[in-house]
């Protein structure tokens, strides 16, 4: 965990690269799993305990981390006696202390907090994270902190056209993979139970099968591309652009600015069987390079907040320097698309995250400095319309039961 926010990296890459020098330590993953999540979705309090208890100040040092650990397995009421011990000689933190600590609630720890504070302890969401939130007008913010804090729900698509829901359901229940199906969108699935094992599936091999969240997979619905050319400049590993096509596309052009993503891409193009149908392209999205487009997807890097489920240690590094300059990133793609494009194009603007600055902040802008753009409506609209801005839809994990997701779509005039 040190070494995670060190690099500001993705835990699981972490730890994908911890056990493969470590292979005798594998039968640990499981509980490193738990651990780990555990403390990312709870550092705050957990460091808001050891402060109470006469520890600190808090840092990000492997001793800390422990100490944090071992915060979090007491107040799990997991913690046995032998346990506290060894963990508290490594931590530097008094044993008794924390067996002290079995049994308690997170709430007893923030009694005498109030507002946006006690949220921010109780939940372990800075508090200019809050703020951001709170002006973007999110409903019920409180479920949202706690929908966050746990694991997500699962979503598969498949491509619905050639295999029905019910066959897919029916194969996949050999290898004890359960599906339901979605009441909005008709090649998405939520994975009821056997998720770890899809990707083992002879479906998945055959290229029937992608795990992504059902926002996500809403993206390029909204796009409409059946009978278009779509260019997608933020293609990372190319999943929209491969939904895209799965919906009747005409051709794609997927691009983005590392190398070694679209390295990715190219391999979910080929597993999909959709590498003749597509180019993929070295390009930066701020600097346009195809200018004959119908529908452009522009879904740019952000402070994936929206994914907090998934990557919750991305809490323990992210600041509000960070946001901003991912507002002033997206402004810069989302605005060079729009000027580039032919009039009658379609940009969608998609991104994992909830936050005011990199939403409602960026289409007004967008929308100052590119005066013959114009937002339109779009279909399907499943999500909740954004305050302010009604043609705009987001998903939010504590209603819709998926990632966190923000769509608009412009024309251009």
């Given amino acids: ?106 709430s007893d720890h923030v009694k005498g907090l109030g507002g946006l504070e006690r949220l921010s302890v109780l939940y372990s969401f800075p508090r200019w994270l809050l703020e ?114 799965w919906l009747g596309a005409r051709y794609v052009v997927a691009g983005d600015v590392k190398p070694q993503r679209l390295g990715e891409a190219v391999r979910t193009l080929t597993r999909l069987h959709l590498r003749h149908a597509a180019d993929v392209v070295v390009g930066d999205a701020r600097a346009p390079y195809l200018r004959a487009a119908d529908a452009v997807i522009v879904d740019p890097p952000c402070s994936d907040v929206g994914r907090l489920q998934y990557e919750p240690e991305v809490k323990m590094w992210l600041t509000r320097g960070d946001v901003k300059f991912f507002r002033r990133l997206q402004l810069r793609m989302l605005a060079a698309q729009l000027e580039a494009a032919r009039p009658g194009t379609h940009v969608v603007y998609s991104v994992c995250t909830l936050t005011r600055s990199e939403t409602i902040w960026v289409i007004r802008r967008v929308l100052e400095r590119v005066p013959y753009a114009e937002l339109v409506k779009h279909e399907p609209f499943i999500g909740e319309p954004v305050p302010g801005l009604p043609l705009a839809q987001r998903m939010l994990p504590h209603l819709h039961r998926t990632q966190g997701f923000f769509i608009a779509v412009f024309r251009r005039m």
């Fill in 132 to 245: 951001e939130l709170a002006a973007a007008r999110i409903p019920r913010l409180e479920e949202l902190l706690r929908a966050l804090n746990r694991d997500p729900v699962r979503w598969l698509r498949f491509p619905h056209t050639r295999l029905s829901f019910e066959e897919l359901a029916q194969r996949l229940t050999a290898y004890g993979v359960k599906l339901r199906r979605d009441k909005d969108l008709p090649d998405v699935a939520e994975v009821v139970a056997g998720a770890s094992t899809v990707t083992r599936t002879r479906e998945y091999m055959d290229g029937l099968i992608v795990l992504q969240d059902k926002a996500s997979a809403l993206v390029s619905w909204v796009a409409s591309p059946a009978g278009r050319l779509v260019h997608d400049p933020t293609a990372g590993a190319a999943i929209k652009a491969s939904h895209s096509l």
């Fill in 1 to 106: 965990m040190a070494e995670t926010v060190r690099r500001k990296a993705s835990l699981r890459d972490v730890a994908a690269e911890y056990f493969s020098r470590r292979p005798s330590e594998e039968y640990m993953k499981p509980l490193v799993r738990v651990l780990t999540l555990g403390v990312a979705r709870n550092y705050m309090l957990l460091d808001h305990v050891l402060r109470r208890g006469g520890y600190g100040p808090p840092s990000n040092s492997t001793r800390w981390m422990l100490a944090r650990v071992a915060v979090f397995e007491a107040l799990s009421g997991k913690l046995k006696p032998s346990r506290a011990r060894s963990l508290a000689e490594k931590a530097g933190v008094d044993a008794e202390w924390l067996l002290s600590l079995r049994g308690s609630r997170p």
